[in-house]
């Protein structure tokens, strides 16, 4: 991209972030001259459709040599700091490629995957589940860096905003929450020192060249492996009418799971708990006065191993 010429990122790529706090909309306002500077200092010619998701906008580009990658844009705070120090230390192993990075101006420039394939197109269900049981797998083994969240901190925070947030639930969902309460406050004392990738379902792998399928879009934590499988026992079948048999659904998937990562099922099932009260803390907090329809069925499905 020559250097006189002006990047413009699309306005319906941008009124995505619309409604997002002050910091995004700000970002957002300053995003084509970021995206600019930094597809001239990294020389990339933008090179194809420009995307916005629920964490930034990925510009599609050639480097000088003419490999294809992806220049992605985060709003500069600390997740995007994590997200960087954990694609850094992984280093492609079972997830796509960090090239270079800017965490000042939230920018990284990546592999390019193939965008328009997910794991959610694969029909068979335990075939799925193996992609992404053997990506953890690789993604675990990886020592964690410093400077990440952990998960002990989040932990006590969850214990922390929970009794007022309980307030806001009926009596069978209180009595729930209650019991995650109880289960959380006992996974303190061993949170584990792993390096998860947080929200690893099955539209977080794409396919790939280098690879068949590789991960994207990590939020990393450091913690217990058993906390980073309910994205993948919630994948498809919670917005899926077709779907009616959902509690084997989730059975198999974390049979799959621990078996592969070689988990003890009744501490896996209780990180999984872990899970379901931090979604509902969130919920809460966005106006829900309900535990969901799909952490119900999870919880359910498992109840017999988080006894």
Do not use: C
């Not at 270079?100 to 390019?112: A, C, H, I, K």
């Not at 590789?214 to 993948?232: K, N, Y």
């Amino acid at each position: 991209m020559g250097r006189d010429q002006q990047f413009v990122i699309p306005a319906g790529v941008l009124r995505a972030f619309e409604t997002g706090d002050d910091a995004t909309r700000e970002w957002a306002r300053a995003l084509s001259s970021v995206a600019g500077d930094l597809l001239r200092e990294w020389e990339l010619r933008p090179d194809g459709v420009i995307r916005s998701g629920q964490a930034g906008v990925l510009v599609p580009a050639r480097r000088t040599d003419g490999t294809q990658a992806a220049l992605k844009l985060q709003v500069p705070r600390a997740e995007t700091t994590a997200a960087i120090l954990g694609l850094a230390r992984w280093d492609g192993r079972g997830i796509v490629r960090l090239l270079d990075s800017d965490p000042d101006r939230g920018g990284m420039l990546l592999e390019r995957l193939h965008g328009d394939r997910t794991l959610e197109a694969v029909e068979d269900d335990d075939s799925a589940v193996h992609v992404i049981g053997s990506l953890l797998a690789r993604l675990h083994s990886t020592p964690a860096p410093d400077g990440l969240p952990r998960i002990e901190v989040i932990l006590a925070g969850m214990l922390d905003d929970a009794p007022v947030a309980i307030r806001s639930l009926g009596g069978e969902d209180r009595s729930r929450l209650h019991r995650w309460m109880r289960t959380v406050a006992e996974l303190e004392a061993e949170p584990g020192n792993h390096l998860l990738h947080w929200d690893l379902h099955y539209g977080n792998v794409l396919a790939a060249d280098r690879e068949p399928w590789l991960a994207i879009d990590p939020e990393p934590l450091v913690g217990d492996p058993g906390f980073d499988l309910w994205p993948a026992l919630d994948s498809g079948w919670s917005t899926d009418d077709t779907v009616t048999d959902e509690h084997r659904v989730v059975r198999r998937r974390f049979d799959i799971l621990t078996e592969m990562l070689g988990l003890d099922r009744r501490r896996a099932a209780a990180w999984t708990v872990a899970r379901l009260l931090q979604n509902t803390l969130w919920d809460i907090e966005d106006g829900h006065s309900a535990i969901s329809a799909s952490a119900k069925t999870v919880d359910d499905a498992l109840a017999s191993f988080d006894a």
